[in-house]
């Protein structure tokens, strides 16, 4: 593993910062670099990696890369970028919203749900389900991979909000609102506001996850429920996998004054390394159409047969060289980071790369190359205590705190 981060490493070494501090400015052995990395609790709040776990002759034990079939995480590439874990998630695509789609949300939900449990329990010896984050570091430190369980759009919850206790019970630890669409929770930062924030349900469903000791997500939603949840919610809350409007304008983004607020009340903003939200990336009509048509062919990429992926990557990447879209870089992602930092300090923020989600960028391509980043840092003249809060520190701090308000919850309820 040395020998390869190294490499990668060295690469980075010519690339320039805006620094930190008057530590910055320095060059830091790639060697050095990948030692303190390994030392950390490095977790990922962000990983869409669930979606492959029923990927036709797929295995997280399996070295995968990510030119033959697109994914990023896996054991051996988790180990290659000293990933020791983080938020699993359960996505659930916005569909519609009449009874009959909230069931098939509800029971897309549970599916993706028993899928992440299913593989811890078939890996005993290298994953672990964590349900606190004394469990985290308790994982980590046994050597193997912590999987937390997170929920991207509470549309699973849309039938019956009560669900939530359920999936608590069964491990779930974090919540976002919403994805690219309104539902009965609250507004999408890409959809015209229909509730002005939160839904009735969506401010019981915030008081619910307090009660159980679940974060709150802002990622998605828009800047309304952003603001309410801050407001409401009785413990910190995250955006897991959000970039900056400052660097770069767009809905999904975030802007200083925010990011100001949610430090001040003690939260996290994971950064994000999709490249649509770092830079500007617009698909032309023709490309739209083009790779329209392809899905139309092959279908769900995640359903396709192992046989057919060669296929499919290969027609995809005529797409590519016929109609070009403008590539992010790691540079890119470096510059959305450090700008982050300085507004919202070290302690207050961490990292959500959106990894299988449409995440990765050149030279950050899969989880194999996380040591990068932490090179980065240390020539930016971030210190290895930095390096600790950012890589897991600050996640598992709101998660404390987002415990100990559900333990108070419990005793004001007990009239304690
Ligand atoms: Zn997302």
Do not use: C
Not at 168 to 193: C, E, K, V
Not at 400 to 413: F, L, N, T
């Amino acid at each position: 593993m040395k020998a390869v981060v190294a490499a990668t490493l060295a690469a980075s070494l010519a690339l320039a910062w805006p620094y930190a501090s008057e530590a910055a400015g320095k060059k830091v052995d790639p060697q050095e670099a990948a030692r303190i990395h390994e030392r950390l609790l490095v977790l990922d709040t962000h990983l869409d990696t669930p979606a492959n776990f029923a990927r036709p002759g797929w295995s997280i034990l399996d070295d995968h890369s990510h030119e033959r079939d697109l994914s990023q995480v896996d054991l051996p590439r988790m180990r290659k970028g000293g990933l020791d874990g983080g938020f699993w998630v359960i996505y659930t695509g916005q569909g519609e919203r009449t009874p009959e789609g909230n069931r098939r949300a509800r029971d897309h939900g549970l599916k993706r749900l028993v899928e992440i449990r299913e593989m811890v329990a078939a890996h005993p010896q290298h994953f672990e389900l964590a349900l606190s984050a004394d469990d985290a570091v308790r994982i980590a430190a046994a050597g193997k991979r912590v999987v937390f369980i997170s929920m991207e759009n509470a549309s699973p919850l849309a039938s019956d909000p009560t669900l939530l206790t359920a999936y608590h019970a069964l491990g779930l630890r974090m919540l976002g609102i919403t994805h690219i669409g309104n539902n009965d929770f609250g507004d999408s930062a890409n959809s015209a506001p229909e509730w002005n924030g939160l839904s009735p349900a969506g401010k019981a469903l915030v008081a619910e996850a307090n009660r159980l000791g679940i974060v709150l997500d802002a990622s998605h939603a828009s800047d309304l429920v952003f603001d309410q949840l801050l407001e409401l919610s009785r413990a910190p809350i995250v955006l897991s996998h959000t970039s900056s409007d400052a660097v770069y304008e767009h809905p999904r983004n975030i802007d200083d004054e925010r990011i100001r607020r949610l430090a001040a009340k003690g939260g996290v903003i994971h950064v994000n390394a999709y490249p649509g939200y770092l830079i500007p990336r617009e698909e032309s009509p023709e490309r739209k159409r083009a790779m329209d048509e392809l899905e139309a062919r092959f279908g769900d990429y995640e359903k396709l047969p192992p046989e057919q992926v060669a296929a499919y990557l290969r027609e995809r990447d005529a797409i590519d060289a016929r109609y070009p879209l403008a590539q992010a870089t790691f540079e890119d992602y470096m510059r959305h980071l450090l700008h982050i930092l300085e507004v919202a300090g070290p302690e207050h923020v961490g990292i959500g790369a959106d990894w299988d989600g449409g995440g990765g960028v050149q030279g950050l391509e899969d989880v194999s190359a996380l040591p990068r980043i932490t090179q980065a840092l240390l020539e930016a003249g971030y210190s290895e205590q930095d390096l600790a809060n950012i890589w897991g520190g600050n996640i598992l701090r709101v998660l404390r705190q987002a415990e100990q308000v559900a333990a108070q919850m419990a005793e004001e309820a007990t009239g304690g």
